[in-house]
């Protein structure tokens, strides 16, 4: 193998390993969305289920501790949403921010007020071992694609499957029908016996739960060290916010654009050295600003965004009632 | 022994804020009976129905279904008691398809969606004689299409008592009679079968009762062999009652608005106005009788500017106003008000003080970047003042007025722009007589001063009383105009419901055609 | 017999103003507890804490004043951006791009000072400068209300996408070091902002040791001629209207995608003003220009009630609390100023909870099937 491959496969398995956490996010936001609900908080969600998974992954010595908490803390800031939106009417916008400015606060909270405390992942075999790569039998011997795509930790698989069950869920069951029925118009569904308040609150915690595993792997990614000025998730809820709409709130079309978005996001990092590796034919990639890069997912989440708003309809993936508080007795 | 009703409703009451929907009113439908639910819109059939499918919660009466007493909290409660409604508004989700659609509030196939959905619900709806696609989505459907999927939603569902909110008003002749034979078929079976229409000769062809309402309050119950359309238009309407309005006799001008052939469409995209003629003179009030809901509401909103029209001429004083702007209307002197069923929902903005209500269509006249407010202050006392309007103050917020008050801020701001054709429609709804009076008194002076009104009215004492002549529209369709003072109560019901057809009565003269015509002086 | 349930919810017209102001004020207390009980969690001592913050540490200062001219630096964008944003939310347009517009606003504004700073004179570049911040937000939250107003598009959903555009193009003219970037400072090896001519400086007017922000002053200005154009204005009466009830403002004669942009555009230009405002007095770019004011006004706003009086008292509020925070944190190396935003978000959960106690009612089933409401 020469070097120049070698470098291929690294930026290429890296767009995986990275970007992972944003199919979490995104899967998180497509339930959420499509029970109707526009949660702007997945940033802050994420850093709840981050810090906390983390924590009790470390205290427990045991990878699944991590991520159940991480699920519960995060879920428990979908059930705020939920509580405040749902039962309480507040705007959702308002509350979905308010979630990020908490859970970012809550997040340096924790983490500055443990100071010296602070575990260090490598004191614990459990997390490191989790977050080692698993080979897949045969598939991961392929050249180039075996490493960067099937020679992955866990919860790279985990991830992936969430997705395609969320998929599954959305499309080939009654309960995922219904779901779905809230989101779009919510009186037709409340018509026929649909219980919206218990879907949407149902829909939310799962949703952010999923969106705290994503926290939790990047926990993981950061090697568990604690920096007092950055934040693990460092945006990464918002370009999931942004994939949503790029994956046209299909989570099958996530992972696509996970891998779309990662490639970018990647691309950033790995410019110079693919420069490097291939001068002839990628040299050009040195000449690009990184922040080119960095924006891109939201530049064309925006064109997709217009895109769509022109030509309405055509079996539009955005709920129509996202946004929207319902309330039955409405005249 | 005492026959068991599927549904009893006793006493049961509903306020929407101070306005009162239902009073005390009382029901109850038999296994394998279709009553019809008879009463004009507004009268409170809607209503009472959604307490039965669980959207609203009465304020106070008990329901009794099955002779159990029952409070229904949610529609899946209604469902499970075997309560299926067939809303007027489709409820359905428009990206979803037919057989998702009916998926949807399925209980018993298990978790999953099944591959062969779609064929359990076409042999489901041939079974009971309907032909849909179960694949076509809800956005591709004609209006008709989309009431026949509800109807066999709540089939499916296995209801035990139907409601249907004005089923047939969408669906042609054939249709109708598909689902009346349906109808039968399941009353056969033992259903109960509410139908709510206001189409007296499907009512009495249908129906094995007919229960009725007038106002929020049940009139009493008929049964069908025993009723004919008099009988039930008179119970529907209301027996004559001697009000002693004022119609002073003006001298009248040339025709100010002449309205000829206008075709508009609802925003189902079903025809609303059909072919419509009329015009209205200086000095006189025109009246437009006919069961809300068939085309009043788009006829006002096209005269306004404010809904476009497929076809037909609108000429105010010799000018073509057809695909002006509203603001051009408003300046040519036409002034529209239309008191919606919510009392608020076009022509105030609710949550601003009556100053600011007074000034919403002349606040631009004034120079300078700020609303005059003093003036508008002072319009808000004098409206206050003249129409005797309670409220603690001009900077009272809208929706904190009572009824008759919001009714009254609307049509004071109307009247002091003053417009020389006025459209008022449903002025008085829901008012008490005292103001209703002070109303017609607003009118009239109106009147006198040369001002052109037309009036889209409910009640036809008033009309008859009120009006110089009145215009009966059924289904969008003029039946004819009629003199105020020379028409009786009867013959005005009989048109209303489209048995009566005078729109060619004089052969000469068609209805709604002025002799003294300006639009000849139009340019084409 | 199925009963009536025990509770259920009515809406109602809005209630009276004690009970309005008892229940937030509870929520600020209950959220100000909640953060004394975190604070004991970690061992500092609440009352200590809240002291500090609250005073903003002036007590004990040595420069007292240099503590109330670091506040108005906080302050003046977070009060206009929230002025800015609750009068797009006056007509339910929900621009959540103050994040983007202030940095256009700055991104302008700042090209304007090295362009221009040595050549013109300290007030004419000032005004250039606010100019220049004005257009540039205004133009970039008129793109989204154009679409909006054309498709209906998704505002809530552009405006974000629109923030983070503009962020990287921040970066990009941050970390780009090339003969072109006139924001760097040339002076030096590695990608640098270079600070602005002297002329571009914001005005600052000694009082005493004091010295008074002149854009202090023109927020003030802002503040009254806002309240005024809102109150008084024909301008901030379609606004009103246009908010209540677009149908009636239709049928009035009102065009309402005039409204919209117009109003739009005002509000973004409002924000890039605050960008350049903000700039201009810190004398220099940098990455993280908006001190995240986009959201925060948000949430100012949302807290007010759109009220332009609330507004000048929550956003002081919230500027006390994180530049108090700030202060307070450097006796704490447990506690820093993101604990402001922790608690910025207990007192929002608590004060919606409370607002749906001002706008429903709690209906609870009596005896004998009556009904008290409370």
Known sequence: ?331 | MEERYAIEMRGICKNFGRVAANKNVSLNVKPGEILALLGENGSGKTTLMNMLSGIYKPDSGTILVNGQETVIHSPEDAKRLGIGMVHQHFKLVDVFSAADNIWLGDEHSGPLLKKNRCDVIRQMAQKFGFDIDPQKKVYNMAVSEKQTLEIIKVLYYGAKIIILDEPTAVLTVQEIDKLFAVLRRMKAEGHAIIIITHKLNEVLEISDRVAIMRRGESIGTVDTAQATEQLLTERMVGRKVTLNIDCPTVEKTRPLLEIRDLTIRNDEGATAIDHVSFYIRGGEILGVAGIAGCGQKELCEAIAGLRPIETGMMIHKGDNIVGLSPKAILEKGISMSFIPEDRLGMGLAPSLSITDNMLLKNYGETKGPFVDRKSGRAAAEQVIQELEIVTPSTETPVRRLSGGNVQKVLLGREIKSGPNVLITAYPVRGLDIHSSYAIYDILNRQKKDGVGILFVGEDLDVMMGLCDKILVLCHGKVMGVVHAHKTTKEELGLMMTGALDLSSKYADKPAGIARDSRIEEVEP | MRQQPLLRVVKRDRAGLPVQAAAYLTAILAAVLTGAVLLLIQGVDPLDFYGQMFTLAIPGSRYPWRMVENYIKLFVPLLIVSLALALAFKMRFWNIGGEGQFIIGALCASAAAMKLGEQLPQPVMLLVMSLCGLCGGGLYGVFAAGLKVKWGTNETLLTLMLNYLALYLLQFFAETKAPWNLFLDTASARPKFARFPDSAQMLLVPIGPFRLNLSLVAAGLLCAALFVYLKYAKGGYEIAVVGDSPSTARYAGMRVGRIVLRTIFLSAALIGLAGAFYVSTAGILSASVTNDVGWTGVVVAWLAKLNTLGIVATSALITVLQYGCQTASTSYPAIDANFANLLQGVILFLVLAADFFVRFRIVVRGRNGKEDSK
Request: aromatic content about 12%; proline content about 4%; charged content about 10%.
């Open chain 1, 1 to 331: 193998m020469n070097g120049s491959s070698d470098v291929l496969t690294l930026f290429l398995f890296n767009i995986v390993l990275v970007n992972i956490p944003l199919l979490y996010g995104t899967v998180g936001e497509i339930l959420t969305e499509k029970a109707g609900s526009l949660n702007l908080g997945v940033e802050g969600t994420m850093a709840v289920g981050a810090i906390f998974g983390y924590l009790a992954g470390c205290a427990t010595d045991s990878l699944l501790t991590g991520l159940l908490t991480a699920f519960a803390a995060a879920g428990l800031c979908g059930g705020l949403f939920a509580l405040l939106t749902v039962t309480l009417q507040a705007n959702q916008n308002v509350t979905g921010l308010t979630i990020t400015t908490f859970g970012l606060g809550l997040y340096f909270f924790v983490g500055k007020g443990l100071g010296e405390r602070w575990p260090a992942m490598t004191d614990v075999p459990a997390l490191v071992r989790g977050f080692t790569a698993v080979e897949v039998p045969v598939l991961s011997r392929l050249p180039v694609a075996g490493k960067a795509l099937f020679s992955h930790n866990v919860l790279v698989y985990l991830g992936v499957l969430i997705a395609a069950l969320a998929w599954w869920y959305l499309n080939y069951t009654k309960t995922g029908l219904r779901l779905r029925a809230v989101g779009e118009n919510p009186a037709a569904a409340d018509s026929v016996g649909v219980n919206i308040q218990l879907y949407k609150y149902v829909h939310l915690i799962a949703g952010s739960g999923i969106m705290g595993l994503g926290g939790f792997y990047m926990a993981l990614n950061m090697s568990g060290s604690f920096e007092g000025s950055n934040c693990w998730i460092n945006g990464y809820g918002w370009i999931a916010i942004a994939l949503v709409i790029f994956a046209n709130w299909n989570p099958l079309l996530a992972i696509l654009g996970t891998l779309v978005f990662g490639f970018f996001n990647t691309l950033q990092i790995y410019a110079g050295a693919l420069a490097g590796a291939f001068p002839g034919a990628l040299g050009w990639l040195n000449a690009l600003p990184p922040q080119m890069f960095k924006a891109l997912p939201f530049l064309i989440t925006a064109v997709v965004l217009i895109a769509t708003s022109v030509r309405k309809r055509e079996g539009p993936g955005q709920p129509a009632s996202l946004g929207l508080n319902y309330f039955r007795e409405e005249r």
